[in-house]
C-alpha cells in the first residue's frame, strides 16, 4: 500500500542550527513526493517535490530534501533554522498506480518548532 | 499571484444542521479536490474532481456528504446532517501539471 510516515511528532532546534524533517515512504512504482509547510489556521503551502533526477532537491525559503532510494527517505532539511520556520511540516506521496487518479497521500505532519 | 479562494474561513453550527463550503479554484486548472484535515492530523482527501466530473470520491461519507462542481469551474462540499465529529478543517485545492495549490481552508465547529 502507499504510505508516508513522518516519525517525529515535534522536532525542536535553535535558531542559526541546521535541521532535519524526517519522512520515509512506501509506495510501488517510481515515487513522487512532496513537502508542504502549514502555518496556524492556513491552507498548506507547497515547499518542494522530487520526482525525477538529481537527489538533492531545492525548494521555498531556503528548504532542501534528499531523496534516497535506498532507505525510502525523502527528509527535509534547512541549513540555518530561522524562528520564523515554526509550523507544521508535511510530507507527501502521489499514489501512482493505475486507477489512482493521481490521490496524494498525507502524512501525520510533524510541528517545527525553533526557539530564538 | 493567483490563489485558491475558499468561504467562509469558519462556520460554527449545531449538529443535525446543514452546512456548506464554497471553493474557488485557481483558473484554468481542471483538477479540484477536497480535503478534511482533524486537528493533529494530515489532510485526507474527500473527493477529487476532473473538470465537472468526479474520479474518486471513495473516502467521501456519501449518506451526509455531497459535492459538486456543475460547471467545472467553482465547487461546493455539503454536509447534511452536520455531526460533531465533522468538526475539522475543510480544505480545497487546485492542480496544475501534478502540483497541489491550497486554499486557506474553512474551520468547522459542530456544536
Known amino acids: 500500500a502507499q504510505s508516508v510516515a513522518q516519525p517525529e511528532d515535534q522536532v525542536n532546534v535553535a535558531e542559526g542550527n541546521p535541521l532535519t524533517v524526517k519522512c520515509t515512504y512506501s509506495?510501488?512504482?517510481?515515487?513522487?513526493l512532496f513537502w508542504y509547510v502549514q502555518y496556524p489556521n492556513r491552507g498548506l503551502q507547497f515547499l518542494l517535490k522530487y520526482i525525477t533526477g538529481d537527489n538533492l532537491v531545492k525548494g521555498s525559503y531556503g528548504f532542501e530534501a534528499e531523496f534516497n532510494k535506498s532507505q525510502t527517505s525523502f527528509h527535509l532539511k534547512k541549513p540555518s533554522a530561522l524562528v520564523s520556520d515554526s509550523a507544521l511540516y508535511f510530507c507527501a506521496v502521489r499514489d501512482t498506480r493505475a486507477g489512482s487518479a493521481s490521490k496524494i497521500i498525507f502524512g501525520s505532519g510533524t510541528r517545527l518548532s525553533i526557539r530564538p | 499571484e493567483a490563489e485558491v479562494a475558499q468561504s467562509p474561513r469558519y462556520k460554527i453550527t449545531e449538529k443535525s444542521q446543514a452546512v456548506a463550503f464554497w471553493c474557488d479554484p485557481i483558473?484554468?486548472?481542471?483538477?479540484l479536490y477536497w480535503y478534511r484535515q482533524i486537528l493533529g492530523q494530515g489532510p485526507e482527501l474527500l473527493v477529487q474532481f476532473q473538470d465537472e466530473s468526479v474520479v474518486d470520491d471513495s473516502q467521501l461519507p456519501k449518506d451526509r456528504f455531497s459535492a459538486e462542481r456543475l460547471k467545472g469551474v467553482d465547487s461546493t462540499l455539503k454536509i447534511q446532517p452536520a455531526e460533531l465529529g465533522d468538526s475539522a478543517m475543510y480544505l480545497c485545492a487546485s492542480a496544475r501539471l501534478g502540483e497541489q495549490y491550497f486554499g486557506p481552508g474553512t474551520r468547522l465547529t459542530v456544536t
Open positions: 483558473s484554468g486548472h481542471a483538477t
Open positions: 509506495v510501488s512504482g517510481n515515487p513522487y
